[in-house]
C-alpha cells in the first residue's frame, strides 16, 4: 500500500544521481536481522536496478522491516533537470498488526464489560502511534536524500 509519494528535481545528471544515492546505501541485509547504523556513512540499505532502486532506512534501530517505509525510486531526466520519484509504501506486516489490533478490540469488548469508548481510544492511540513513528521516517528519508542531491 502506497502510503506517499515525493519528486525531488536536481540539476546533478542521472549518473551522479545515481553516485550519490548510491553512497549513502550498502546491500540490502537477509531478512529478519538487526541493522544499527552506528557511526558509517549508510542511512539504507537497498538494491538498484538501472535507474530504479528500493530502499530501506537504517537509521531507525529496529528489526528488519519493522515501521520501516520501503522506498522505490526512480531517476528520470525531464528536460534540462533530474528528477526523482519516490514511493513510500507501507511494510505488509504494519497492516497485519492493525488488523490484529481491531480483532483483539473485537475480542476484548464481547468477552469483558470494557466500555467501547475506551477500546476506541485504546486503538485511536495505537494506530496515530504506527502513524507518527511512520510519517517522520517517511520526512527523515525525504530530508536525507534531499540534502545529498543539492
Do not use: C, W
Not at 520501503?70 to 513510500?88: A, D, R, S
Amino acid at each position: 500500500m502506497t502510503f506517499s509519494k515525493k519528486s525531488i528535481s536536481t540539476n546533478l545528471s542521472k549518473e551522479e544521481v545515481l553516485g550519490k544515492i548510491e553512497t549513502l546505501t550498502k546491500p540490502l541485509s537477509p531478512k529478519n536481522t538487526f541493522n544499527f547504523n552506528t557511526k558509517e556513512r549508510h542511512q539504507f540499505e537497498g538494491r538498484f536496478d538501472d535507474f530504479s532502486f528500493t530502499l530501506f532506512p537504517l537509521f531507525d534501530y529496529g528489526l528488519n522491516q519493522l515501521l520501516r517505509p520501503k522506498i522505490v525510486g526512480q531517476i528520470e531526466t525531464e528536460g534540462f533537470h533530474t528528477m526523482v520519484k519516490l514511493e513510500f509504501y507501507i511494510p505488509k506486516n504494519i497492516m497485519y498488526v492493525m488488523l490484529l489490533l481491531v480483532g483483539l478490540a473485537i475480542f476484548i469488548f464481547t468477552k469483558t464489560t470494557i466500555d467501547i469508548d475506551k477500546m476506541m481510544i485504546f486503538s485511536a492511540i495505537t494506530m496515530s502511534v504506527f502513524y507518527f513513528g511512520y510519517l517522520y521516517k517517511v520526512n527523515k528519508s525525504i530530508q536525507i536524500i534531499e540534502s545529498e542531491l543539492n
